[in-house]
């Protein structure tokens, strides 16, 4: 760090550049690591929005905020406002509006309840009068340049694929309760059923020809024997399935969880990595600074020391 810069100044040209190229490489590792645990954690929300369906969780806030922000940019163009204001942003039931949409027709808006200036009596900013219609208002458009967003295409187009998005089947059958219905529906009951009873009738047609009363009151016996003896069977075949479902799916989050961690401990130790370099080489340079100044004073002192001398040397003389 010797040698002058900016006016005989400590050159620490050199520390900036490790400095910079360290930074770099954190940032690199950090970007290349996310990269790697992408797939693992877009599996883990898979399986998180899968889990959410069979457990019947409504997920459409989250699905339309997820279509809004990819179809935003197609609607989304930057314009300039000048010096002046323009209009205020405001969101109500999933959907934005400008403050113009919200006015009444004759002032550019499209709003069929016709809002005009009223909405101001009793001393109320235009801001307070939506939001005390249930609009939350999202900002507003200030000088220079802005993005202008097309809230009616844009609210049109995540309603077109909102309604495409159907829930599946298995929705919320999770909690579905065991039922004599699904009982009566269990795949080996009704295989077990369907074999005794063929059993039941080949044995009497080969004995009688015909199902005769007994025969009849033979088969009934064996069904209701089955019914009671299976139900219990079935209720934990049910209640298995179901179990390994959610498990199955839980593990799946699981995976997403941990990897979402794991990228923020990335995050995090880039970030604190970062700033100790940025720490280090802010010490450094005070130090470098420090040591110039005091090598400036300790010269200033041994020529006032020296000047000292001569002069005494002369006056003596």
């Known amino acids: 760090m010797s040698g002058g810069k900016g006016g005989g100044s400590p050159d620490t040209s050199g520390m900036e550049r490790a400095t910079e190229q360290s930074n770099a490489l954190q940032e690199r590792m950090y970007d290349e690591g996310v990269a790697r645990q992408q797939p693992f954690y877009d599996i883990g929300l898979g399986g998180a929005n899968m889990l959410a369906d069979y457990m019947g969780i409504d997920r459409t806030p989250q699905q339309r905020d997820s279509i809004y922000q990819s179809l935003l940019p197609q609607f989304t163009t930057q314009t300039a406002t000048g010096t002046g204001g323009g209009g205020a942003q405001y969101f109500k039931d999933g ?10 027709p004759s002032a550019g808006g499209t709003n069929p309840n016709g809002w005009g200036t009223h909405l101001t009596d009793g001393g109320k900013t235009m801001q307070e009068a939506f939001q005390g219609l249930g609009y939350e208002s999202t900002g507003g458009f200030g000088g220079g340049t802005t993005d202008s967003i097309d809230y009616a295409g844009l609210n049109s187009a995540v309603d077109a694929q909102m309604g495409d998005a159907q829930r599946p089947d298995y ?6 309760p065991f039922s004599a219905e699904k009982f009566e529906t269990d795949p080996s009951y009704l295989f077990r059923q369907e074999e005794g009873n063929k059993a039941l009738e080949r044995s009497q047609a080969a004995l009688h020809g015909t199902l005769n009363p007994r025969a009849q009151k033979e088969m009934l016996r064996y069904n209701q024997g089955l019914a009671s003896t299976e139900y219990g069977n079935a209720y934990n075949r049910y209640n298995n399935d179901q179990t390994q479902i959610y498990n199955r799916l839980s593990g799946l989050l699981g995976v997403g969880q941990q990897t979402a961690n794991q990228v923020n401990a990335s995050g995090t130790n880039f970030a604190n990595q970062t700033s100790q370099n940025n720490f280090g080489l802010a010490n ?34």
């Open 284 to 317: 450094a340079q005070a130090s470098a600074q420090q040591a110039a100044q005091t090598g400036k004073q300790s010269m200033f002192n041994t020529l006032l020391g020296v000047g000292g001398a001569l002069g005494g040397a002369w006056l003596g003389r």
């Open 95 to 104: 959907k934005f509006y400008n403050e113009a949409d919200l006015l009444h």
């Open 171 to 176: 929705f919320g059958s999770l909690l579905d």
